[in-house]
């Protein structure tokens, strides 16, 4: 079992950079799929990132397409974290930002995900 807690969100200006971090107590982190996703106000949530343990194929990075060349996904297995390097802030990137495991490899639906952080707030002002 893993818990986990966000951390890094805030208020930014458009055009400016974030970094988020999801801290893992647990074990067999490096086995975990791990991915971010966001929630803003009124609507659903959405898949942002993720990235599949390394034992599977070498950590490949999966992005929503509106974010790419923009955020980067990153695990630290060592330190049992994953984090979120956002850049370019749009203010449609406000949101609530999710850190999510998976058993499996995880991937793109919330459904494949086993446990969740609380969140962090992300407000992008424009």
């Known amino acids: 079992q893993l818990q986990l807690v966000e951390s890094g969100g805030g208020l930014v200006q458009a055009g400016g950079s974030v970094r988020l971090s999801c801290a893992a107590s647990g074990s067999s982190f490096s086995s975990y799929g791990m991915g971010w996703f966001r929630q803003a106000p009124g609507k659903e949530r959405e898949f942002v990132a993720s990235i599949i343990p390394a034992f599977v194929n070498w950590n490949t990075t999966d992005y929503l397409e509106s974010v790419k060349g923009r955020f980067t996904i990153s695990r630290d297995n060592p330190k049992n974290t994953v984090s979120l390097e956002m850049n370019s802030l749009k203010p449609e990137d406000t949101a609530i930002y999710y850190c999510?495991?998976?058993?499996?490899?995880?991937?793109?639906?919330?459904?494949?995900?086993?446990?969740w952080g609380q969140g962090t707030q992300v407000t992008v002002s424009s």
């Open positions: 999510a495991a998976a058993r499996a490899y995880g991937g793109r639906s919330g459904d494949a995900y086993d446990y």
